[in-house]
Protein backbone atom coordinates (compact mmCIF):
# COMPACT_ATOMS: atom_id res chain seq x y z
CA UNK A 1 0.00 0.00 0.00
CA UNK A 2 1.01 3.10 -0.89
CA UNK A 3 2.33 5.76 1.79
CA UNK A 4 2.09 9.77 0.92
CA UNK A 5 4.04 12.37 3.57
CA UNK A 6 4.08 15.73 2.43
CA UNK A 7 6.37 18.65 4.12
CA UNK A 8 7.33 22.10 3.94
CA UNK A 9 4.64 23.31 5.83
CA UNK A 10 4.71 26.24 7.92
CA UNK A 11 3.88 30.03 9.33
CA UNK A 12 4.78 32.88 6.79
CA UNK A 13 3.94 36.27 6.45
CA UNK A 14 1.59 37.69 3.03
CA UNK A 15 3.23 37.62 0.33
CA UNK A 16 5.72 35.41 1.16
CA UNK A 17 7.12 31.71 -0.20
CA UNK A 18 6.61 28.07 0.50
CA UNK A 19 7.16 24.54 -1.09
CA UNK A 20 5.83 21.75 -0.04
CA UNK A 21 7.00 18.23 -0.86
CA UNK A 22 5.12 15.05 -1.03
CA UNK A 23 7.48 11.60 -1.15
CA UNK A 24 5.20 8.33 -2.36
CA UNK A 25 6.70 4.90 -1.31
CA UNK A 26 6.32 2.38 -3.88
CA UNK A 27 7.92 1.67 -7.37
CA UNK A 28 4.76 2.73 -9.58
CA UNK A 29 4.82 6.42 -8.96
CA UNK A 30 5.32 7.54 -12.78
CA UNK A 31 2.50 5.35 -13.39
CA UNK A 32 -0.78 7.59 -12.20
CA UNK A 33 -1.27 11.28 -11.86
CA UNK A 34 -1.32 13.42 -8.23
CA UNK A 35 -2.84 15.65 -7.08
CA UNK A 36 -2.90 18.74 -4.03
CA UNK A 37 -5.61 19.70 -2.22
CA UNK A 38 -6.42 21.86 1.06
CA UNK A 39 -9.16 21.98 3.76
CA UNK A 40 -9.33 25.31 5.89
CA UNK A 41 -11.62 25.25 9.34
CA UNK A 42 -14.89 24.45 8.69
CA UNK A 43 -15.25 24.08 4.55
CA UNK A 44 -14.82 21.42 2.39
CA UNK A 45 -11.36 20.15 1.13
CA UNK A 46 -10.99 21.37 -2.17
CA UNK A 47 -8.69 20.95 -5.19
CA UNK A 48 -6.02 23.02 -5.60
CA UNK A 49 -3.31 21.58 -8.46
CA UNK A 50 -2.98 18.08 -10.14
CA UNK A 51 -0.64 16.75 -12.68
CA UNK A 52 -0.26 13.72 -14.57
CA UNK A 53 2.40 10.72 -14.42
CA UNK A 54 4.80 12.56 -16.56
CA UNK A 55 4.12 16.29 -15.38
CA UNK A 56 3.54 16.94 -18.99
CA UNK A 57 0.08 18.14 -18.27
CA UNK A 58 -1.09 20.56 -15.67
CA UNK A 59 -4.08 21.89 -13.66
CA UNK A 60 -4.43 24.22 -11.42
CA UNK A 61 -7.44 26.29 -9.03
CA UNK A 62 -8.34 29.14 -10.50
CA UNK A 63 -7.42 30.55 -7.16
CA UNK A 64 -3.82 29.56 -7.06
CA UNK A 65 -3.44 30.02 -10.64
CA UNK A 66 -0.43 31.73 -11.51
CA UNK A 67 1.05 31.89 -7.93
CA UNK A 68 1.41 28.51 -7.84
CA UNK A 69 3.55 25.38 -9.40
CA UNK A 70 3.11 21.82 -9.50
CA UNK A 71 5.85 19.80 -10.53
CA UNK A 72 7.43 15.52 -9.65
CA UNK A 73 10.42 14.49 -9.74
CA UNK A 74 9.53 10.94 -10.35
CA UNK A 75 13.44 9.52 -9.78
CA UNK A 76 12.43 10.82 -6.58
CA UNK A 77 9.10 9.76 -6.01
CA UNK A 78 8.73 13.16 -4.98
CA UNK A 79 5.97 15.87 -6.41
CA UNK A 80 6.25 19.71 -4.96
CA UNK A 81 3.43 22.66 -4.93
CA UNK A 82 6.11 26.28 -4.92
CA UNK A 83 3.81 28.42 -3.46
CA UNK A 84 4.42 32.16 -4.16
CA UNK A 85 2.70 35.60 -3.02
CA UNK A 86 0.86 33.48 -0.36
CA UNK A 87 -2.12 35.23 1.01
CA UNK A 88 -4.58 35.01 4.43
CA UNK A 89 -6.74 32.52 2.51
CA UNK A 90 -4.43 30.53 1.58
CA UNK A 91 -4.32 29.19 4.87
CA UNK A 92 -5.37 25.40 5.02
CA UNK A 93 -4.24 21.96 5.90
CA UNK A 94 -2.58 20.94 2.66
CA UNK A 95 -2.86 17.20 1.64
CA UNK A 96 -1.41 15.28 -1.65
CA UNK A 97 -3.14 12.90 -3.00
CA UNK A 98 -2.80 9.75 -5.74
CA UNK A 99 -4.81 8.58 -8.62
CA UNK A 100 -4.51 4.98 -9.16
CA UNK A 101 -7.13 5.30 -12.13
CA UNK A 102 -5.57 8.49 -13.94
CA UNK A 103 -1.83 8.44 -15.86
CA UNK A 104 -2.93 10.84 -18.90
CA UNK A 105 -5.66 13.28 -17.09
CA UNK A 106 -5.82 14.89 -14.12
CA UNK A 107 -9.13 14.86 -11.83
CA UNK A 108 -9.80 17.72 -9.57
CA UNK A 109 -12.48 15.85 -7.19
CA UNK A 110 -11.64 14.22 -4.14
CA UNK A 111 -13.92 11.27 -5.06
CA UNK A 112 -11.38 10.62 -7.69
CA UNK A 113 -7.96 9.77 -5.69
CA UNK A 114 -7.46 6.66 -3.94
CA UNK A 115 -4.71 7.65 -0.90
CA UNK A 116 -3.86 10.86 1.21
CA UNK A 117 -1.05 11.85 3.30
CA UNK A 118 -1.57 13.04 6.63
CA UNK A 119 -1.28 17.08 5.86
CA UNK A 120 0.63 20.23 6.53
CA UNK A 121 -0.34 23.22 7.79
CA UNK A 122 0.31 26.50 5.90
CA UNK A 123 -0.53 29.40 7.41
CA UNK A 124 -0.35 32.90 6.41
CA UNK A 125 -0.65 35.98 8.57
CA UNK A 126 -1.77 38.82 7.05
Known amino acids: QVQLVESGGGLVQAGGSLRLSCVAS????????MGWFRQAPGKEREFVAG????????AYAESVRGRFTISRDNAKNTMYLQMNSLKPEDTAVYYC???????????????????WGQGTQVTVSS
Open 97 to 115: ARDLQRRFTVATTTSAYDA
Open 26 to 33: GRTFSSYA
Open 51 to 58: LTGTGGRT
